[in-house]
Nanobody, 124 residues
């Protein structure tokens, strides 16, 4: 059972940056596509960004293009979400998740393993 440890969330001012980490100590992530999802208060969880097993990034949310990026460090079994130029509307709980086919998909049920979530709060 793949398990993740998420970190890096917090409270920052609008325009600031955060880097979220999603680590799976003792597991190999090489063959998984890794997605980041977020759930804002009162809203449904949405797909944000994904990196395939081959390293290709796919954006699912237009509002983060040019501000967010995703990367993976396979030897460290860790995936990162770099978030720049943060806005109050980015406030949400952010989740990482693993998709076993290695292909990025925007459907949540394709992701079989999920992190516990980390809170990101952007003040105006």
């Amino acid at each position: 059972q793949l398990q993740f440890v998420e970190s890096g969330g917090g409270l920052v001012q609008s325009g600031g940056s955060l880097r979220l980490s999603c680590a799976a100590p003792g597991y190999t992530l090489d063959y998984y596509a890794m997605g980041w999802f977020r759930q804002a208060p009162g809203k449904e969880r949405e797909a944000v960004l994904c990196i395939s097993s081959s390293g290709a990034a796919t954006f699912f949310t237009d509002s983060v293009k040019g501000r967010f990026s995703i990367s993976r460090d396979n030897p460290a079994s860790t995936v990162y979400l770099q978030m720049n130029s943060l806005k109050p509307e980015d406030t949400a709980v952010y989740y990482c998740a693993a998709e076993p086919s290695g292909v990025c998909r925007d459907r949540q049920y394709d992701y079989h393993f999920w992190g516990q979530g980390t809170q990101v709060t952007i003040s105006s």
